[in-house]
Nanobody, 121 residues
Framework: QVQLVESGGGLVQPGGSLRLSCAAS????????MGWFRQTPGKEREFVAG????????TYADSVKGRFTISRDNADNTVSLQMNSLKPEDTAVYYC??????????????WGKGTLVTVSS
């Protein structure tokens, strides 16, 4: 069993930056592929970024490439998402996810409860 708790969401102006973090419980964190998804009202949850078990492999949605960076620390059981050059269309609830599947991250085995990111002036 893995529990995921996100933090770092909030309100930011367009062009600004925000860093999301996800803390995972359990001793098996390094055995999971980790990722971030996001969802807006009325839309399906969509993939944002994923990172392999050791951190050497990373994958991103086209909409965030060059702006977002995913990283993980297996010693601290954390995964982070650095978001730069934020746009209003990045507004969403962001979810941390754990999966055994690389690089698809599907199916997701565990979800966090989400953290809201609002990009607005």
């Amino acid at each position: 069993q893995v529990q995921l708790v996100e933090s770092g969401g909030g309100l930011v102006q367009p062009g600004g930056s925000l860093r999301l973090s996800c803390a995972a419980s359990g001793r098996t964190f390094s055995s999971y592929v980790m990722g971030w998804f996001r969802q807006t009202p009325g839309k399906e949850r969509e993939f944002v970024a994923g990172i392999s078990r050791g951190g050497g492999g990373k994958t991103y949605a086209d909409s965030v490439k060059g702006r977002f960076t995913i990283s993980r620390d297996n010693a601290d059981n954390t995964v982070s998402l650095q978001m730069n050059s934020l746009k209003p269309e990045d507004t969403a609830v962001y979810y941390c996810a754990a999966s055994t599947q690389w690089p698809s991250l599907m199916p997701v085995d565990y979800w966090g409860k989400g953290t809201l990111v609002t990009v607005s002036s």
